[in-house]
């Protein structure tokens, strides 16, 4: 998905969702090329943790809520828990969405 075109889809969704801030945690799922490419085909994992919380304290939420938009190939179960903690921090009604793959 192009840039321009990912950030007005989830001004969509931000505005169909009464304008909560919408976090979207994205994993690549393709196959690098050359195979050795790191990062390219990756699941969730602690190393992520780090980044999410700049994004949310550089994002300057509001109390009107926070939408965390996840697509990922899955990843290290432990993972989730000190990320709903995280994010609660921000926001303790949080809501997550997972979009549906499409397979073609």
């Not at 109390?63 to 709903?84: A, E, H, Q, S, Y």
């Amino acid at each position: 998905m192009a840039l321009k075109n990912g950030q007005k889809i989830f001004k969509e969704i931000e505005k169909k969702r009464k304008n909560r801030r919408l976090i979207s945690f994205f994993n690549f799922d393709r196959n690098a090329s050359p195979q050795d490419l790191k990062g390219v085909r990756t699941g969730m994992s602690p190393d992520h943790k780090e980044p999410l919380f700049r994004v949310l304290k550089e994002s300057k939420i509001t109390k009107k809520g926070i939408d965390l938009c996840l697509c990922t190939r899955g990843g290290d179960i432990n993972f989730v828990w000190p990320i709903v903690k995280l994010i609660r921090e921000f926001d303790a009604g949080f809501e997550g969405l997972i979009p549906e793959r499409q397979r073609g």
